[in-house]
């Protein structure tokens, strides 16, 4: 199921270069050739420029993104690179080699969306497909905003980013100009997202063969994660929080958390390849082990060299504070975070963890579980040691995260949350909360969504922590024999105190390739 997907939005990426017009955020007319104008055609021309779409998720989020993750006070940058740890310090050029392309990529692919929107409503084809294929174009352009909205627009002196639609795209090259705040920008996501909700299956009515692209849970799900964004500025939005993730869990799909009543597994089992299409994931980086499809976050994560039997790149390592934080009990710790001593499969064979290069004592576990299996590579993990993806797919949006979103919306009206989020502490096979309070969903929240796309930063953001927790050090765990999984540690700085300043932090500075090309005007502060 999922190599066929991959090999269809291959083929597209490949037959792209037939029709698009320059990448450049400053180039979003179309060409008048007359190849381009001949190409839109078919139902083949129609699916192939919709495949297009998908050509930057490995990227954005493999990396990419996370790199902005990694600021938060869950983990540190595990080796010295002078580009992410600017960012860590929130110290940025805007220059950073590891994030100057999310701009650039997400207009791309807005670009492609507008494209497809424009001209696929022409095509003379199954209606049904185009409809799939319409809906796709619309909860591609949403994702990519929301990305792109929250990273670089705000409520305050910068507003909100370019707004690029069908209705637009072939207005002169630099004259794209911000909108006053990025509320308009989540206005025009919702209203992309009803629409793809409208046209877009079930993901229990897709053929198998479409595993792996958006449904209309996914839409649903990004509707309140969008609204919950929204919150911070209008409080009004918690209800369409509410709203939205309740009309995920209605749909009709049978959106559920995994949970046969073994804490211990369910955790686990959740976390690999087996859990792909269950009915918690809602939106996932579709990964495999050929064509360099997929994330390449569980290679990110893995020891630096991987024990000297695969190419791990020894990134993004979990904090003292993030260990503690769990609960005395909770499985999902084991499963989350490895430290020394602790039993692992690995390439076969049982090991307990030790690192010769984790600057923090630590490693996220959350992605090992398809380096375990006897001789994974070519089957659980990419031949291309240089593009460490798995067959797990790496979660963008889990049920679970659709409950909390509910539970702090809840919270913040001044209503129970309480039922939402006992949902997620059942599974963990913890006691329930009572009276839950925004504490109990911060910590919730921290614990369940640790290592992934969840976005603790934003989180700290949009909750006004930012500042109080970024002052702070993180603190790791030193060994005195880091080979030895069972010596005696320290607890000491293993990041320093930061300068936070939400007066212009809360957002990231705009690449100043962007900039320089576009005219539009950069991020106050940095």
């Known amino acids: 199921m999922k190599k066929s997907i991959i090999k269809i939005i291959t083929a597209g990426i490949i037959g792209l270069a037939s029709y698009s017009c320059s990448d450049d955020f400053t180039d979003l007319t179309p060409k008048g050739s007359a190849s381009y104008e001949t190409f839109w055609s078919n139902e083949q021309d129609a699916t192939e420029a919709v495949n297009s779409m ?27 690179k002078a580009g992410p740890d600017n960012i860590k310090n929130f110290n940025p050029s805007g220059d950073e080699s590891y994030m100057n392309s999310l701009y650039p990529n997400g207009y791309s692919v807005i670009r492609r969306a507008n494209e497809v929107l424009m001209n696929v409503p022409e095509i003379d084809m199954d209606e049904n497909i185009k409809n799939r294929l319409l809906g796709e174009a619309y909860f591609m352009r949403a994702f990519y905003y929301f990305w792109l909205a929250h990273t670089y627009g705000d409520n305050g002196p910068n507003g909100g980013i370019p707004i690029v639609t069908e209705e637009n795209v072939t207005q002169e090259a630099g004259t794209f100009t911000r909108p006053e705040s990025v509320i308009e ?21 897709m053929e198998s063969e479409n595993y792996g692209r958006p449904h209309k849970d996914a839409a649903y799900a990004y509707m309140a994660k969008t609204y919950l964004y929204w919150a911070q500025y209008d409080s009004s939005k918690y209800a369409d929080v509410i709203t939205a ?4 869990t209605n749909s009709g799909s049978g959106r559920a958390l995994i949970d046969t009543g073994n804490p211990d597994r369910d955790f686990r089992t959740l976390h690999s390849a087996e859990s792909n299409w269950a009915s918690e994931y809602i939106w996932s ?20 060299k991987g024990w000297g039997s695969y190419n791990g790149w020894g990134y993004y390592q979990p904090t003292e504070s993030l260990y503690q934080e769990f609960e005395e009990g909770d499985p999902r710790r084991e499963v989350t975070i490895l430290k020394y001593g602790d039993e692992f499969e690995y390439f076969g064979e049982t090991r307990h963890f030790q690192s010769e290069n984790s600057l923090s004592g630590f490693q996220f576990n959350k992605y090992m579980v398809e380096y375990g299996f006897s001789n994974p590579v070519g089957s659980y993990i990419n031949t291309n040691g240089d593009f460490p993806s798995t067959t797990y797919n790496v979660p963008l949006m889990r049920y679970a995260e659709v409950l909390l979103m509910k539970s702090e919306a809840l ?18 096979g913890l006691p329930p909360v009572s009276g839950a309070t925004m504490e109990d969903l911060k910590h919730e929240r921290r614990v369940e969504l640790a290592g992934e796309f969840a976005n603790r930063h934003f989180d ?17 765990r030193i060994h005195t024999d880091r080979s030895d999984p069972f010596s005696d540690y320290t607890l000491e700085v293993v990041w320093p105190a930061r300068n936070f300043d939400p007066s212009y932090m809360n957002v990231w500075p705009i690449p100043n390739t962007v900039i320089q090309s576009s005219g539009i005007t950069p991020n106050t502060g940095w």
């Open 54 to 80: 998908y050509r930057y998720l490995p990227d954005d989020f493999g990396r990419g993104y996370f790199w902005y993750i990694n600021a938060s006070d869950d983990m540190i940058t595990g080796r010295v």
């Open 185 to 205: 920008n989540y206005q025009q996501i919702i209203a992309d997202l009803e629409n793809a909700a409208d046209l877009l299956p079930l993901f229990t009515d």
């Open 245 to 248: 993730c309740d009309a995920v």
């Open 285 to 304: 980086v579709n990964s495999s082990v050929t064509n360099n499809a997929g994330s390449i976050l569980p290679g990110c994560m893995l020891e630096n």
């Open 411 to 428: 919270i913040m009206l001044g209503n129970n949350g309480d039922a939402p989020l006992n949902q997620v502490r059942d599974r963990a």
């Open 460 to 476: 700290l953001v949009r909750w006004g922590d930012a500042r109080e927790v970024y002052s702070q050090p993180l603190y790791g």
